[in-house]
């Protein structure tokens, strides 16, 4: 159980100590530094620690956003200060150095006064000014010890003696001492530390003014949406949240909740009738309704979960694939085979994301000429644009974020047919790829960056090379360094593209399909025989991606046998699964899936060699069968590891908001 430590005795009237057992608080009072850390040792290592001054005036859900949230280990507003375990020990030796020096951690007499403002405290018992630059110096010169001292003593300095050093004072000590401490954006929510009965009057009239459910309401909702999202979904999905929360319901469970119901609506699409495409239509908008609202929920009750991002993240691309593969059964018990259309689909928006997600990682702490590559003249016209509002709502629908996706799935799922359906996700979705690439490509030619190397190994992770194309990098590695700056990239183009149309355009059973796929191994080594720091390097995970998926996609489509695309896309979704994985475990800062795992499973430049042998060597049926096998035993071994990995400790505690609905 959370332990709150109240650093003095409580205020008359105040309701601190029940709003602090409402957040799930243990309540202890301290009368001074020695007994607040003999109270914080008393606490067992393994549960959260608040000290909170008595003081204390502000917002329940200002509280809640500072002691309650499990993605910081350590977190404050004005007069509230909490640590998880792994920040603990900061917190007991700034404690430790308060008692040491006898300065008091509670109100000891007469306190200064200060203004009550919002989102503001009275700099009560804090350092400031040359004593907190003085705290700060020392931090950066490796002296962590003297820094604490020197942030916990300033607060005798600057406010006088028996002034108490309180949880703000505590927080500076804990930065100093190079703990960061997250201090949440309060808005119009109200968490400060009057100094007398005029200000902490005025504070409670600033806390009456403002509504802290409604806050919380509309906090709960994303901040940068879709237009259907925004104004279809999220004026009602948020009280469906608030529901939820009350009822003790986790974002899991919805999480899980929401895959259920768009796996129905899958099944329902797979019926084939009118009857069960309008049911698959409107379960698939629920599903997405319930999508919105786990993540609503989460932020409304701050249950924030290592587990939780994982599912979000998984659960999207299961639904809209799997329903993607409804639609596809459903049409062939009208004796349409739209298998090409769905596996096209799931190709093109999955290389969306892998475009999505490398342009990312490359550019998030790239710099240009010494200075962030933000504030570039692309990013100034898109600034401008944003300043006129239509633009705004104009630009997020045309690149079909998942709401508008869906609800144009749902609606022409109901009044159309499967074939019609995947026409038009096929053309939205290359509309919206080429706007957002051509845009992206344009920002890398004109920004000139600088990229790290932390962004080239992500991006050498994301290109999933295997045994094969290490080794053909290590032989060509020469050449490669005498490429020019756009080399990878276009070597990487040229050998996709090759493979892809030698796939595309021979008759199954030729063997050129396999010297292509010889050449595209030779020129995946090249195109990662170098640190990916060009300006175009982003692209190369990419168009990896697109010449693996679209070589199985072709070779399933020559091979004109029944079955051999539902293999293929069986086997292009475990390994999209994996591609997945891949970026999420790179976004929480712990690098690829282990080597081993590459490996066992090819390399995507093994996988696309071994897939065009299958075609050159078996029969269609035989080749099915094959794919089949593939993708059973792909899918497999990445589960089992990704599930291993995303529920042991070492997952990163990541909420990832993924990409705007």
Known sequence: MSTAILTGPPVPGSSLEGDLRSLGFDVRVASGARDTAALVAAVP????VAVVDTRFVGHVHALRLALTDPRFPAAAVPGALTVQPEARTALTRALSVAANTGTPSGPAGPAPAGAATEGAAADVGRPSGAAAETAGAMADAGDAPSAVRAAVRTADDSAGEGTPVGPDALADALDADG???HRP??????????GDPQARNEARQAVTAVDDEDVRLRS???ARDGFFTTFCVSPYSRYLARWCARRGLTPNQVTTASLFTALIAAGAAATGTRGGYIAAGVLLLFSFVLDCTDGQLARYSLQYS???AWLDATFDRAKEYAYYAGLALGAARGGDDVWALALGAMVLQTCRHVVDFSFNEAN???TAAGKSVTGRPTAALSEKLDSVGWTVWLRRMIVLPIGERWAMIAVLTAVATPRIVFYALLIGCAFAACYTTAGRVLRSLTRKAHRTDRAARALADLTDSGPLAESAARAFRTVAGKLPAFG???VALAGGAALVASATFTDYGSFWPVVAAVAYVITSGMAVARPLKGALDWLVPPVFRAAEYCTVLALAARAEVNGALPAAFGLVAAVAYHHYDTVYRIRGGTGAPPHWLVRVIGGQEGRVLAVTLLAALLAGTDFTIAL????????LVVLVESIRFWVSSGAPAVHDEGEPA
């Not at 954006?185 to 009057?194: K, W």
């Open 45 to 48: 290592g393994t549960d959260r």
């Open 488 to 490: 990878p990239f276009a």
């Open 628 to 635: 089949t096998a593939l993708a059973v035993v792909v899918a």
């Open 179 to 181: 703990t960061a401490v």
């Open 220 to 222: 709960a909702v994303k």
């Open 306 to 308: 290592t587990m939780g």
């Open 364 to 366: 998030h702490d790239a």
């Open 185 to 194: 954006e309060l808005g119009s929510l109200v968490a400060t530390v009057p």
